[in-house]
């Protein structure tokens, strides 16, 4: 079974850093492309990047709001992907998911981990 | 890049029939046939219910149908049953490197 666990969530000062992980399972992780999405509360989700997988160039996309603050890398030896967030802003609260690529469409999810941003 | 429209609530009643539209631009989901769709219950992850404007993944009942016209796309729900009561998301790609998602619309089963 495929499956995608994030963590790492907390809360975090305006200006501060966290580094979210999605630990994968149930399928091969060396091809997979992976992305973050985020929902704010009681709002829609907006995608936050993409990471493709190394036999694909292993090359990331970012949205506008995020690019430049926001990295994503991954462990292939851990089937570990993470989004390493910087200066952090109070519009960055929200619930973070971890999604499995199919071809062209968000696959599979995890549950999501709660960033929340407030001094 | 600006989010999809979509409406904000549908209803419908049980075993009525129910459309949600999602519309966007040439950029996007005009320019690519790659729509899909999410339904998300309360506090729980969304749900891929249909991509490639029109394909079902494993699993999802045959109820749920897309399709797309020029710049809108839409998901059709048939014979509504009270689990089909949801936010719904419209997704498309709106580049080769990036995806944008429609704002959400609720659905009320009556």
């Known amino acids: 079974e495929v499956q995608l666990v994030e963590s790492g969530g907390g809360l975090v000062k305006p200006g501060g850093s966290l580094t979210l992980s999605c630990a994968a399972s149930g399928f091969n992780f060396n091809n997979a492309w992976m992305n973050w999405v985020r929902q704010a509360p009681g709002k829609g989700l907006e995608w936050v990047g993409r990471?493709?997988?190394?036999?694909?160039?292993?090359?990331?996309d970012f949205a506008a709001p995020v690019k430049g603050r926001f990295t994503i890398s991954g462990d292939d030896s851990k089937n570990t992907i993470y989004l390493q967030m910087i200066s952090l802003k109070i519009e960055d609260t929200a619930v973070y998911y971890c999604?499995?690529?199919?071809?062209?469409?968000?696959?599979?999810w995890g549950k999501g981990t709660t960033v929340t941003v407030s001094s | 890049q600006s989010a999809l429209t979509q409406p904000r609530s549908v209803s419908g009643s049980p075993g009525q029939s129910v459309a949600i539209s999602c519309t966007g631009t040439?950029?996007?989901?005009?320019?690519?046939?790659?729509v899909s769709w999410y339904q998300q219950h309360p506090g729980k992850a969304p749900k891929v219910m249909i991509y490639?404007?029109?394909k079902r993944p494993s699993g999802v009942p045959d109820r749920f149908s897309g399709s797309k016209s020029g710049n809108t796309a839409s998901l059709t729900i048939s014979g509504l049953q009270a689990e089909d009561e949801a936010d719904y998301f419209c997704c498309s790609p709106a580049g080769p490197h990036i995806w944008v998602f429609g704002g959400g619309t609720k659905l009320s089963v009556l």
């Open positions: 999604i499995k690529e199919g071809y062209w469409y968000m696959g599979v």
């Open positions: 990471l493709k997988s190394k036999t694909d160039g292993g090359t990331t």
């Open positions: 490639d404007v029109t």
């Open positions: 040439s950029s996007d989901v005009g320019g690519y046939n790659y």
